[in-house]
């Protein structure tokens, strides 16, 4: 089977991390000189909590980049299209429109595409994998993608950054009040996404996993033994679907006998009752609808394994 030692290859997650990590490194070369040409009028205190503030926010992202984990993904998601706005902002706060401005700004576009498609997800993840184990990132659920992160995103941002610049402009009450309020915000925010980074399929020799804490209450585990297949699903499938409602290629799990799965929702709707239990509010379930980030990924890997596919 796959090995985390495959993501070291020349392999797209590798490429990837490589193209992002030098757009990444080039940011300060070219966006750098823009903020201060944008940042001339303000005062030297703005200046000074600008300039640090841009400094931490890179020196965040390239600590991401370097050391790629479960955590450090969520913080990569974060930090790096923040440099969009701030490189956008720098490139049209002077009067003129400088080349080096511009390509900064694109610079943290490509950036950001780059940290949020799924073979980055996919590297960072894997930097977190015990032994023989690959795993394979699930997709947000769309109620989430669709609107509510972005929100949640652009509120962390703005939080980090309102409180010091406020009081940087001698705004006491505001810049206390927004230091504090903000620094909740960032902290509840990135808790509550980093969810989103610890949802996966895991490839294991004796079978797999998916462990998704957003969906079920416990991990599924399903050996070898009990697999009758991983397909993709068809359109007319019955199988309990746990995407929660994420977009893209559906697979669906087969199993040779039903197993106990306990769904989160279920697993809440329960703690209304007194007398329902974690067994009476499990199902028996033969067949599971999960949605990968890279589906012909996780098919070619579970062949690779030894899994029936079909």
């Known amino acids: 089977m796959p090995t985390r030692s495959d993501l070291r290859s020349w392999t797209p997650e590798r490429l990837l991390a490589l193209a992002l990590g030098v757009l990444w490194l080039t940011l300060p070369a070219t966006t750098g000189a823009a903020l201060g040409d944008a940042l001339e009028p303000s005062s030297t205190a703005v200046q000074l909590v600008v300039g640090t503030l841009a400094w931490l926010g890179w020196g965040a992202g390239l600590l991401a980049l370097l050391a790629p984990r479960t955590i450090t993904l969520t913080l990569a998601r974060f930090v790096i299209p923040a440099a969009v706005p701030t490189a956008t902002w720098a ?7 400088t080349a080096l401005g511009i390509v900064g700004a694109t610079t943290a576009a490509v950036a950001t595409v780059l940290v949020l498609a799924p073979h980055t997800g996919s590297r960072f993840v894997n930097g977190s994998a015990y032994g023989h184990e690959l795993r394979f990132p699930l997709r947000a659920p769309a109620a989430v993608v669709l609107g509510p992160i972005e929100v949640l995103w652009a509120a962390v941002v703005a939080g980090v950054v309102a409180g010091p610049v406020l009081l940087a402009t001698e705004q006491w009450v505001a810049g206390i009040l ?16 980093h969810g989103l980074a610890r949802r996966w399929i895991v490839l294991v ?3 797999l996993v998916v462990h998704d804490p957003m969906a079920l209450a416990d991990s599924l585990l399903i050996q070898v033994k009990d697999l009758e297949r991983v397909t993709v699903a068809d359109a007319a499938t019955t199988a309990e679907d746990i995407t929660l409602g994420a977009l893209g290629l559906a697979l669906e799990i087969d199993l040779r006998s039903p197993a106990d799965v306990l769904l989160m929702a279920d697993r809440r709707a329960g703690r209304k009752d007194p007398t329902a239990t974690p067994g009476s509010m499990a199902k028996d379930v033969s067949l ?10 996780l098919l070619r890997a579970a062949a690779d394994q030894g899994l029936p596919i079909a």
């Open 205 to 207: 020799p004796a079978g």
């Open 91 to 97: 490139a049209l706060a002077t009067d003129s429109i």
């Open 288 to 297: 599971v609808l999960v949605t990968p980030t890279r589906p012909g990924h």
């Open 178 to 193: 927004a230091t504090l309020v903000g620094g909740a915000v960032a902290w509840f925010g990135v808790r509550g996404a």
